[in-house]
């Protein structure tokens, strides 16, 4: 038996007893661990493990398995049936590394470099010319678009526009295409949602983590 080498952990700060979530990005088990199992799991301490009350579950997540399993072939696995499947073209659109925030956590790391790095007219064309080829030579039958950041309000008239060309080619080849976005939420008004929704976006996820001091860097 082994411990999984894609575990996550995050500390929850506020329970009562120190306790952890725990995440595997290659089965998406999730759950919630006390911290004599975090400590077992992160010691690799299988002396421990073999004998918890919890075995079974955290074999069920995948964040222990037994051989013989290699998670590494496993992943690649999984990348190749979703990379070489011809029914949904699925793009990650980042316009901008920029925010108005800057959660203590962000992963996004903006650095002066990143931060500034324009979603100019030559990379969008780029991203138009990447779909056009993959519909022509893959024959999609579906396109969807996730609109992640940075904050991807704050390049509102870019996404707007990028996306009416991007509709344009999905109707001109006769495919479905769907927009889904993920924002902080500040930049959206009423009027900025009913156009995004015109252009095909089912959904935005606002992400709403705790309260100004919990999430904002003090020197913000
Ligand atoms: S809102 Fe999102 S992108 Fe902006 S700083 Fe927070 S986590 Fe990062």
Redesign the pocket.
């Known amino acids: 038996m082994r411990v999984s080498s894609y575990n996550e952990y995050l500390l929850l700060n506020d329970s009562d007893e120190e306790s952890y979530l725990i995440y595997n990005s290659l089965s998406n088990g999730f759950g919630e661990i006390h911290k004599g199992l975090y400590n077992a799991l992160i010691q690799k301490d299988m002396d421990y493990l073999e004998h918890c009350a919890e075995k079974e579950q955290l074999l069920q997540g995948q964040f222990l398995y037994v051989g013989p399993i290699k998670e590494l072939d496993q992943m690649e696995e999984q990348f190749k049936i979703v990379r070489h499947q011809n029914e949904t073209l699925n793009l990650t659109i980042l316009p901008t590394f920029s925010?108005?925030?800057?959660?203590s956590?962000?992963?996004?790391n903006?650095t002066s470099k990143s931060g500034k790095r324009a979603f100019s007219q030559k990379i969008q064309n780029e991203i138009l010319t990447y779909i056009e080829k993959s519909v022509e030579e893959l024959h999609f039958k579906r396109i969807i678009v996730n609109w992640t950041?940075?904050?991807p309000l704050l390049e509102f008239k870019n996404i707007t526009s990028l996306m009416e060309r991007i509709n344009f080619i999905a109707n001109k080849n006769k495919i479905s295409i769907d927009h889904f976005m993920?924002?902080?939420g500040y930049l959206l008004t009423s009027d900025r949602a009913k156009k995004l929704k015109e252009l095909g976006v089912k959904r935005i996820q606002i992400?709403i983590?705790g309260s100004k001091k919990a999430?904002i860097k003090e020197e913000y």
């Open positions: 925010c108005n925030f800057r959660c956590y962000c992963f996004e903006l950041g940075g904050e993920v924002s902080n992400t983590d999430t």
